[in-house]
């Protein structure tokens, strides 16, 4: 999430001028985040449409949009449709595999966000 933040367009090329322009300014990014920005680790919804339950409506509607585009225009298309399944799993920091205490073999996840 910093490298969001520092390259976000509006970040200040210079220090802060004081503490309370800082936390001014990480809420409005925090509120840009988590309300518009559309995140591409969970398949272009908002953080707030994945916290509320709304991201599986949302996805459904990208999925049939897809599925009617592709079939009105089949020559536009090389292949399948992006996936719009909702993602699983989500987390800021990963654990590295060697990481995890647990000793289940691991089936590595498939960016859900790209074609079937």
């Known amino acids: 999430m910093f490298r969001t933040l520092k390259y ?3 970040y200040p090329e210079n220090a802060f001028k ?3 322009s800082a ?3 990480v809420d409005k990014f925090a509120h840009w985040y988590n ?3 559309l995140h591409s680790g969970i398949c272009f919804v908002t953080p707030s449409d994945r916290h509320d339950g709304k991201d599986l ?3 459904e509607k990208r999925h049939q949009v897809y599925l009617k585009a592709k079939s009105n225009h089949p020559e536009r298309w090389s292949g399948s449709i ?3 399944n909702q993602v699983e799993e989500v ?5 590295n595999h060697n990481e995890k205490s647990s000793k289940k073999k691991e089936v590595p996840q498939k960016s859900l966000c790209t074609e079937t």
């Open 8 to 10: 976000r367009p509006e």
């Open 18 to 20: 004081d503490l309370n």
């Open 23 to 25: 936390r001014s300014w």
């Open 35 to 37: 309300n518009k920005h």
């Open 57 to 59: 409506e949302i996805l």
């Open 82 to 84: 992006r996936n719009w």
């Open 91 to 95: 987390s800021l920091n990963k654990r």
